[in-house]
Structure formats: structure tokens, C-alpha cells
Nanobody, 126 residues
């Protein structure tokens, strides 16, 4: 089992930045992928960014490429998501996720992940 706790959400104006953090209860390298997902009201959960925990290869949804950066500090057991140039369409609850240590599917698919945090809310006003 891995417990995940997100923090760093908030309300910002369009164009501003936020940095989300996700603290893991065990060594993050025990997962194969860790990722960030978001869910807006009335919409399905979508993959935003993912990272291979060992070689740090990153993956991004087209909607956030060039604006968001995912990073992982294995020593601190913490996953980050730096979000710049935020837009109103980035609104939602952001979740951190980890798998069981082997790839179970595409890195940005929610079905590939086994452990989830409670989420942190991001609001962007225009």
C-alpha cells in the first residue's frame, strides 16, 4: 500500500502559477509510474502528467505541454506539479496517483494506477 497526500491547490487568476505537491508514505521508486490527474465538475478524470520513477521520463497531456512540469524527488518521497500560465480550463480537483511497481497500461490512463490521494482543488478565474 502507498498513501498519497496532495497539497498546494488554491485559487489564482489566469496566467498565474501554482505548485502542487504529493507526499508518499513509502519509497516512490517502488512505483513504476506516478502521475497527476484532474477532474473538473461534470467531467471524467483525465491524465495531466506522469513520470517514470527511475529514469524520470515524463509524459504530458497535449493541453498542458509547455505549461506544466512534473518532477519527482525520490529522496523526499514527493511528487510535484509546477503549473504555469494557468487557464480557466485547468480548473478541477487534482489527484496524485501511483501504480504497484509495474506498468499496467498507458502512463496517462487512470486505469493504470492503484493508489490515489484525496485530491487538492485548483480554481482559476479569468
Amino acid at each position: 500500500q502507498m498513501q498519497l497526500v496532495e497539497s498546494g491547490g488554491g485559487s489564482v487568476q489566469a496566467g498565474e502559477s501554482l505548485r502542487l505537491s504529493c507526499a508518499a508514505s513509502r519509497d516512490t521508486w517502488s512505483a513504476y509510474y506516478m502521475g497527476w490527474f484532474r477532474q473538473a465538475p461534470g467531467k471524467e478524470r483525465e491524465g495531466v502528467a506522469a513520470i517514470h520513477t527511475r529514469d524520470k521520463t515524463t509524459f504530458y497531456a497535449d493541453s498542458v505541454k509547455g505549461r506544466f512540469t512534473i518532477s519527482l524527488d525520490n529522496y523526499e518521497r514527493t511528487l510535484y506539479l509546477q503549473m504555469n500560465s494557468l487557464k480557466p480550463e485547468d480548473i478541477g480537483t487534482y489527484f496524485c496517483a501511483a501504480d504497484r511497481g509495474f506498468p499496467a497500461g498507458p502512463s496517462l490512463s487512470s486505469t493504470s494506477y492503484n493508489f490515489w490521494g484525496q485530491g487538492t482543488q485548483v480554481t482559476v478565474s479569468s
